[in-house]
């Protein structure tokens, strides 16, 4: 992760779930451009100088439904799957609140206080002042439901905009003091801006209860439609590219669209780094054929070692293929000598082989070239080490002095 945001030639967004990233490499970038650090969960204890307002990205019915989805995906657990029911009526109503509080200037906390009152017809009139005829009137045909499967519904969609509950993460995406969105002074995080520049984004999240996933993950989609948006308008390739380092890509950025993009990022000048715990992590949040199709479209494949899942080890070892040989052998008789050839093969790596991989090696499979075993690169061994030891001895918080114990008080039930 950090040679590669080190050597970005463009921007940079980078994801993970701890401040290492962050504090190696800060330092470096924002001598280049200016950096934003994204921390509602207060992962390396950044104070919200700055805020994104996740409803300047819904400009439509459209958009407003892809955010909807972000924060679907993100509060589910990992490994469940959604009602057939609740889940897409939930999603409906959400879609309709994001574009109702998008449309009448509101903060998006004021879409949690729509779906908590249920009966609130605010959002009604919103989208009928704006003639969006079908929300609204999809709207109304909920609130008229029985109490009952009412209930169901807006305490799935509840359960989806639960991180809105938190006061750290409102603090990131929403007008601070309860004021207005155009009153709050704070500088505004800008994707279309950000898409212009050389500048750097650090998106920190934890997975698990409490998850800050379905904005983490809307904040990085909305800053790459805007890359993709920049480089459609400078003839369909941006003229430096962006690196998307996206650490922990299954807990953070719990990104359902992408495989349908990741094959097309590329050409446009968005590369995407994705790095993954395991093959099933990547399973569980996208399915066997999405997670196939991101591993097809990927120019570069790079094993690490460390996994134990037996089947993505025997995929991996068919892909890396078998070592052909000939095997010569000469024998002797009273007739004279005869000289025979036999072809062999032998397995290069086998599953047990890939298992025990050894640390500091990785294999290598990049589009057009045949399997490498390579030796990795720390960035403590090349050329990097100097500028990111500086960087975390700036930023990365210092261990306190333990405290010298006290003598323990005596005590007065105990004679000496």
Same mark, same amino acid.
């Given at each position: 992760?950090?040679?590669?945001?080190?050597?970005?030639?463009?921007?940079?967004?980078?994801?993970?779930?701890?401040?290492?990233?962050?504090?190696?490499?800060?330092?470096?970038? =924002?001598?280049?451009?200016?950096?934003?650090?994204?921390?509602?969960?207060?992962?390396?204890?950044?104070?919200?100088?700055?805020?994104?307002?996740?409803?300047?990205?819904?400009?439509? =019915?459209?958009?407003?439904?892809?955010?909807?989805?972000?924060?679907?995906?993100?509060?589910? #657990?990992?490994?469940?799957?959604?009602?057939?029911?609740?889940?897409?009526?939930?999603?409906?109503?959400?879609?309709?609140?994001?574009?109702?509080?998008?449309?009448?200037?509101?903060?998006?906390?004021?879409?949690?206080?729509?779906?908590? =009152?249920?009966?609130?017809?605010?959002?009604?009139?919103?989208?009928?002042?704006?003639?969006?005829?079908?929300?609204?009137?999809?709207?109304?045909?909920?609130?008229?439901?029985?109490?009952?499967?009412?209930?169901?519904?807006?305490?799935?969609?509840?359960?989806?905009?639960?991180?809105?509950?938190?006061?750290?993460?409102?603090?990131?995406?929403?007008?601070?003091?309860?004021?207005?969105?155009?009153?709050?002074?704070?500088?505004?995080?800008?994707?279309?801006?950000?898409?212009?520049?050389?500048?750097?984004?650090?998106?920190?999240?934890?997975?698990?209860?409490?998850?800050?996933?379905?904005?983490?993950?809307?904040?990085? #989609?909305?800053?790459?439609?805007?890359?993709?948006?920049?480089?459609?308008?400078?003839?369909?390739?941006?003229?430096?590219?962006?690196?998307?380092?996206?650490?922990?890509?299954?807990?953070?950025?719990?990104?359902?669209?992408?495989?349908?993009?990741?094959?097309?990022?590329?050409?446009?000048?968005?590369?995407?780094?994705?790095?993954?715990?395991?093959?099933?992590?990547?399973?569980?949040?996208?399915?066997?054929?999405?997670?196939?199709?991101?591993?097809?479209?990927?120019?570069?494949?790079?094993?690490?070692?460390?996994?134990?899942?037996?089947?993505?080890?025997?995929?991996?070892?068919?892909?890396?293929?078998?070592?052909?040989?000939?095997?010569?052998?000469?024998?002797?008789?009273?007739?004279?000598?005869?000289?025979?050839?036999?072809?062999?093969?032998?397995?290069?790596?086998?599953?047990?082989?890939?298992? =025990?991989?050894?640390?500091?090696?990785?294999? #290598?499979?990049?589009?057009?070239?045949?399997?490498?075993?390579?030796?990795?690169?720390?960035?403590?061994?090349?050329?990097?080490?100097?500028?990111?030891?500086?960087?975390?001895?700036?930023?990365?918080?210092?261990?306190?002095?333990?405290? #010298?114990?006290?003598?323990?008080?005596?005590?007065?039930?105990?004679?000496?």
């Amino acid at each position: 992760m950090i040679p590669a945001i080190l050597d970005a030639p463009g921007a940079v967004v980078s994801t993970s779930n701890k401040r290492d990233v962050v504090d190696g490499t800060r330092g470096v970038r =924002e001598t280049t451009a200016p950096v934003w650090v994204f921390d509602p969960q207060k992962i390396a204890q950044e104070e919200p100088d700055w805020w994104w307002n996740p409803l300047s990205y819904v400009t439509d =019915e459209e958009k407003a439904y892809k955010l909807t989805q972000h924060f679907s995906v993100g509060s589910r #657990v990992p490994g469940s799957k959604p009602d057939a029911y609740f889940d897409p009526k939930a999603e409906d109503i959400l879609s309709s609140y994001f574009l109702a509080a998008a449309l009448g200037g509101l903060p998006i906390t004021q879409v949690y206080l729509w779906v908590t =009152e249920q009966v609130n017809r605010e959002p009604i009139n919103i989208l009928k002042t704006h003639d969006y005829e079908l929300q609204y009137k999809g709207l109304e045909s909920t609130l008229e439901l029985a109490d009952k499967q009412r209930d169901g519904i807006f305490g799935t969609a509840e359960k989806m905009i639960q991180c809105l509950k938190s006061r750290n993460t409102l603090r990131w995406v929403a007008p601070t003091g309860g004021a207005s969105v155009v009153t709050d002074r704070r500088r505004q995080f800008d994707p279309h801006a950000f898409a212009g520049s050389r500048e750097t984004i650090y998106i920190l999240s934890k997975e698990g209860a409490g998850s800050a996933a379905p904005l983490t993950t809307a904040l990085t #989609v909305a800053i790459a439609e805007a890359m993709e948006e920049r480089a459609e308008r400078s003839g369909g390739r941006l003229p430096k590219p962006t690196l998307f380092a996206l650490d922990e890509l299954a807990n953070v950025v719990r990104w359902a669209g992408l495989p349908d993009q990741f094959s097309h990022y590329g050409s446009k000048g968005l590369i995407v780094m994705g790095i993954l715990q395991s093959w099933s992590q990547g399973v569980e949040l996208w399915g066997e054929a999405n997670m196939r199709k991101i591993w097809s479209a990927a120019n570069v494949k790079v094993y690490g070692g460390g996994v134990a899942e037996e089947g993505f080890l025997r995929a991996l070892s068919d892909l890396i293929g078998d070592y052909s040989y000939i095997n010569i052998s000469i024998s002797s008789g009273k007739s004279g000598a005869s000289r025979s050839r036999q072809e062999g093969k032998e397995r290069i790596f086998d599953v047990s082989n890939l298992a =025990e991989l050894d640390r500091g090696r990785a294999v #290598v499979l990049a589009s057009g070239a045949p399997a490498t075993l390579v030796r990795t690169m720390p960035w403590y061994t090349g050329p990097h080490k100097d500028p990111v030891e500086a960087s975390i001895r700036k930023y990365s918080p210092q261990p306190e002095e333990e405290p #010298v114990p006290a003598a323990p008080a005596a005590n007065p039930w105990i004679t000496t």
